[in-house]
Each structure stands twice: as C-alpha cells, then as structure tokens.
C-alpha cells in the first residue's frame, strides 16, 4: 500500500472511530437528566416515594434485573460468536457487543447502530462481504422477532398487551399510530433484507450500488461495490449453513430480547412487590416492554434518550403509580442504558490504541 492510499485509509477509519467516540456520551446524557428533572417536577409525589415498600424481596428482584440483562449481553455475544463461526473468542464478542451496544446508545434510530456495526466489524479484519452479512443477518433476526411477536401478542391479548384497558379509549390513537408505523418500517426493511440475503442476493447487490452511486456516499463507493461484488458469496455461505445453525441464532434471539423485556417486569416487582404475579400479567408485561421498544425504536434522540424516559410511565401506569413510574424509569435506564456509555468511555480507548498497534505493526512488516 503507498503512502497516498495509506492515508486515505487511516482517514476513513479515524471518521469511523469518531462516530463512537467516548466524547458522544453527553447528549444522550444530558437530554435524559434534563427530562428526569422535568418529570420529577411534575409528577412526583415524594410520598408515593415514601411509601415504596422496600423490602428484601425488592432488592432481590433488582439483583434479578442487573442479572437477567446482563444475561442478554451474554447471549448477543454468543450469537456474534456464533455469526463469526469462532473467529471470535468470548472475551472479543463481549467487548464487540458491547461497543455496538454503546453505538447504539449515542446514535439516533436503530439505523445508526447498524452502520457502525458494519464499520466495527471491518475494523477486525472481517472482509466487507462477510461484515456485512453479519450485520444483515442480526438486523433480520432481530427484526423478524417484532415483525412475527407483535401481531401474536395483539392476536392473544388484545390492546391491553400495549395499554391499560381502562384507558383504551383515550391512550391508544397517538401510541397505536406510533408501534403501528415502527412495526411496518421493521417489515419494509426486514422483509427487504430477508429476501436479498437469502433469496435473491443479486437484488442486495443492486441496493449496495445504488446505495454507491449516492453523493454523499462517493468516497467509500470502491468499498461498497467491493462489498455488492461479494455479498452473493457470503449470501452462498449462510444458506449452505446447517438448520440448526439457524435454529441455534433464532433462539438466542428470542432469549435475548425476552430477557430485556423481563428487566422491566423485574423492575416493577422491586418497586410495587404486591402487584399481580399471575402467568397472564407477566405476558402482558413482556408485550408492554417490547411495545415500548418498538416504540421509542425510531426515536430521533441518541438511544431514545428522553422519549424513553416519557414513555415509561404511560406503559406501566396500570401497575405502578406516575411518581413511581419516574423511579421506575430511571433504574431502567440505569442498569440499561447508562452502563453502556460508561462502559464504552472504559472500554473503546483501548480498542482503538490496539488498532492503531495492530496498523503500526502491519505497515512496519510491509
């Protein structure tokens, strides 16, 4: 490689590792402490605070809820594992996961996520080909999950799975239009993805053009047509996987996200210990976190920061007062969200020094 390329290269990276820098940490931050403090304002009540019954049973079940999601990063780092078919060892899928986590907590929409994704994977040595596949097939597992389970809990509960009943009447048109809009993105591009990568990738391969010929694209179109050019094979490679290879993602997948739903259902316990416990509340439980999800999914703040703070209460208001709710809402995103900023300020220097290493070492060797 001469020196003019070289520096092309290491410019691009740099831009690519800029858009997970440590230093993206403060708005995201900002923007949920300042809706924390307006909600505290107006709908805290301190002795509905008070009157919380902190019992052995509540700290249990918060110990519950760090564990169950810290379970979910386990098993998102199998699942990478796995999709790299063992180039990668644990310990490098946990600290993947946990950079394309933190991506995904400072970058608006979960589109953002996903093309850092791509980016990261590039940057271990993965061919464009096959980080892209990686990508793609997560973005479809996860994807087909909300696509297939939100019609099912709307066929099986009605729209108690997404509000109180008593308040159907008044909550469910602004919401509704909301989950319905995020759930028909999720099928235009899920639907998309799934017939390009394991149908006909030849369409995948004319998307990545047209994506190339795009202006503000012009820069890394020799990669993207590299990528189109080698997607078939990749596309080739994953359909000539064995079943239970498929098997073995779809149910890490729907482990996953059950476990970051059940957080919620944890944190409430914690909170209101005497709420109902029967089988039918917990599945309601579960379908009202996925609902939340789906909804705040596309929120345009970075990770949903301060939608999701709103939100919360008006999914679980039919189980825990608005005060609470508020309390409620920031455990929740402490032991989900803020680990991942913090741990990515940990984590990320050091990822980046051992790729500037790895650089050094392999332009000195040529």
Wanted: with cysteine.
């Amino acid at each position: 490689m001469n020196q003019e390329s070289s520096r092309i290269v290491e410019s691009k990276q740099e831009k690519v590792l800029d858009s997970i820098s440590p230093s993206k940490v403060y708005l995201p931050s900002i923007i949920g402490l300042v809706v924390v403090f307006y909600l505290l304002q107006r709908q805290i009540n301190f002795q509905e605070i008070l009157d919380i019954p902190w019992r052995a049973a509540s700290y249990g079940w918060l110990l519950i809820a760090i564990v169950v999601y810290m379970g979910r990063h386990v098993l998102y780092s199998w699942r990478l594992r796995l999709l790299s078919e063992g180039d990668f060892s644990w310990m490098k899928s946990i600290e993947l996961v946990t950079i394309l986590e933190f991506a995904s907590s400072v970058s608006p929409t979960n589109f953002g996520g996903s093309a850092v994704a791509f980016f990261l994977l590039i940057q271990e040595n993965i061919s464009g080909a096959r980080a892209t596949a990686i990508v793609i097939y997560t973005i479809i597992a996860d994807t087909l999950f909300f696509v297939l389970t939100l019609p099912l809990l709307f066929v099986l509960f009605g729209k108690s799975f997404f509000v109180p009943a008593t308040e159907i009447g008044t909550q469910w048109g602004g919401l509704a239009v909301t989950l319905f809009v995020s759930w028909l993105i999720m099928c235009g591009y899920g639907l998309m993805l799934l017939y390009g990568l394991f149908i006909q990738p030849v369409y995948l391969k004319r998307l990545f053009r047209w994506f190339g010929r795009r202006k503000i694209l012009q820069k890394s179109k020799d990669r993207i047509d590299m990528a189109a050019d080698e997607i078939e094979l990749s596309s080739r490679h994953i359909k000539d996987l064995p079943g239970y290879f498929h098997g073995a993602i779809a149910g890490i997948t729907l482990g996953a996200w059950i476990l970051r739903f059940f957080t919620v259902t944890a944190i409430l316990l914690a909170l209101n210990p005497d709420m109902p416990q029967q089988m039918y509340d917990h599945l309601v439980l579960l379908g009202r976190g996925e609902a939340l999800y789906a909804v705040t999914a596309y929120s345009p703040t970075p990770g949903g920061s301060g939608v999701a703070e709103i939100v919360f209460g008006e999914f679980y208001k039919e189980y825990v007062s608005p005060g609470v709710a508020v309390v409620g809402a920031v455990i929740w995103r402490v032991i989900t969200y803020y680990p991942y900023l913090i741990l990515g300020v940990i984590i990320i220097p050091n990822w980046i020094r051992k790729l500037i290493n790895k650089r050094r070492t392999t332009q000195t060797e040529a």
